[in-house]
């Protein structure tokens, strides 16, 4: 544990130094820069859809919402320059700025942000997450500029789930193109999607902060393989790597001395996802058996080359209220048989762990942890399955037992309290727990409520929490500004620039 935090100190006085070197040279303008990101979106409408893919593209740098989150994971001012909340927790009033307008000319005002509220909340809402919208009790606009929403109820993610993509603001005319010609008020416009090669911004010189971009243009460009994606890298064909694929030529790539490589932080958590109602993982006994048999660092060193953070729950250390419950199931093999044998398996059982194979690391992982749980006894058959019929058998169905597979979306513990998600995790504790951490009115409550919602899904041993997926960008040298860490999925060039 004092290695541990020996070893944050240091993390933390590494970055607060490069924080220093990035703002003691003065960025310059022009350039365009080529990104390299594995999927390409559905579709480029966030609001309409919850893939990834969606926002890496277009969140923050083509749409943006009233509040952002920023890269230390702080909820800033974006189209709202401020906000305030009543003592009850239940009246938001959002400041908006003057004279923004939309790529296509229109004016974003507060009617607009009520009438994309309005869309997002509707009986008809093609929002991909409309209960985060449908607590608002009533909307209001005194002037231009003010926006105020008051909610039925207090709900304290409701400024997290507002600075997600699910809430960016679309123009009143051409919305219905959004999935395919998007219209944002960010400080790139959309040019060009070449299917299945590409997607092209360009600046957008009406943009409200008249000192960004620094870009003249960004490229997203999808490369699904990962050795594709570092030859780009090295013949200068892309300027980034989002995030290297394949950790192990992290190094390799360091060494370089035309790039660098950044390591950080995501709020992806990487689990053994477990059906808490298929025998015999219905067994509150077998799944902590599990957690002890699992030496979470082994995994990171075996699968990700060291690159990870452990966790003991379903929270990523990079966002607020993280509780460290890494050590609430220590890696004890012997520990492991004696549960088994107290939920009566004293010889073990066989079981089978299904893996999707569009993920090189949940394949790794799930023969690591084969291993791993072989030794105890619990004899995994591994399946790889194809993504589609992973998202039709184990996501939708339910027809497992294990699988492997990482979370990405921020806040997201709230699936806990769903007995129908995947995972069919039923507790009445956990979901009043989760409740009055909704209601939390302060800091205080929230930290008490999120931590205790944290506790509860770690003492059930409910998945087999095993690490935070780290953020590996690799980029040409001279590329200047790019998030080491990354606390939402956005993959923001607001403020990124290329050294002359």
């Known amino acids: 544990m004092k290695l541990q935090k020996a070893i944050l100190v240091v993390c933390i006085a590494i970055m607060v130094l490069w924080g220093q070197t990035v703002l003691a040279e003065n960025p310059v ?192 460009k999808f490369i699904g393989d990962a050795s594709a994606q570092i030859a780009a890298l090295k013949a200068g064909d892309i300027d980034v790597i989002s995030s290297i694929p394949a950790p192990e030529s992290a190094k390799e790539l360091a060494a370089d001395k035309r790039l660098k490589v950044f390591a950080g932080t995501t709020t992806g958590e990487v689990i053994m996802s477990t059906n808490n109602k298929a025998k015999p993982f219905d067994n509150k006994l077998v799944r902590q058996a599990m957690a002890y048999a699992i030496d979470r660092q082994a995994v990171i060193d075996l699968v990700m080359f060291g690159y990870g953070t452990p966790i003991g729950s379903h929270w990523s250390p990079s966002t607020p209220y993280y509780v460290d419950l890494t050590q609430k199931f220590p890696y004890n093999p012997k520990k492991a048989k004696e549960l088994l044998a107290k939920a009566g398996y004293p ?79 039923d507790s009445q504790e956990f979901r009043d727990a989760y409740s009055k951490a909704l209601k939390a009115r302060n800091d205080a409550e929230k930290a008490k409520w999120f931590g205790r919602c944290q506790e509860i899904i770690a003492e059930d041993a409910v998945n087999g929490y095993l690490f935070c997926a780290p953020s590996l960008p690799a980029m040409k040298a001279e590329v200047m500004g790019w998030w080491k860490n990354y606390p939402t999925i956005a993959l923001d060039c607001t403020q990124v620039w290329i050294k002359k």
């Open 29 to 220: 303008r022009g350039g365009k820069l080529v990104v390299a990101q594995k999927a390409e979106p559905p579709g480029l409408d966030p609001t309409s859809n919850t893939a990834a893919a969606i926002d890496r593209v277009v969140y923050a740098n083509l749409y943006e919402g009233l509040i952002k989150v920023d890269q230390n994971g702080n909820f800033v001012p974006l189209l709202a320059e401020s906000w305030e909340v009543t003592p009850d927790g239940l009246t938001y009033t959002f400041h908006l700025r003057k004279g923004v307008k939309f790529h296509n000319g229109e004016p974003f005002n507060a009617k607009v942000a009520k009438w994309n509220f309005e869309r997002d909340m509707g009986p008809k809402s093609v929002n991909a997450h409309p209960e985060f919208f449908r607590g608002i009790a009533k909307m209001e606009t005194p002037d231009d500029n003010t926006f105020v929403v008051t909610l039925k109820d207090v709900d304290a993610l409701f400024i997290a789930h507002i600075a997600e993509g699910d809430a960016v603001m679309l123009p009143m005319k051409g919305y219905e193109k959004a999935k395919s010609h998007p219209i944002g008020t960010g400080p790139f416009k959309f040019s060009k999607w070449v299917r299945g090669d590409r997607v092209e911004l360009v600046r957008y010189d009406g943009y409200w902060n008249p000192e960004l971009p620094y870009l003249d243009a960004v490229t997203f």
């Open 347 to 425: 010889n073990g059982f066989e079981a089978t762990i299904k893996l999707p194979a569009i993920y090189s690391y949940s394949k790794r992982a799930g023969e690591v942890i084969a291993d791993m749980l072989g030794q105890v006894g619990i004899k995994l058959k591994i399946e790889i399955v194809e993504w589609g019929q992973w998202l039709d058998r184990i996501y939708k169905k339910k027809e497992y037992q294990l699988t492997m597979i990482g979370h990405v979306e921020p806040w997201d513990i709230g699936i806990y309290a769903n007995p129908n998600y995947y995972f069919q995790y």
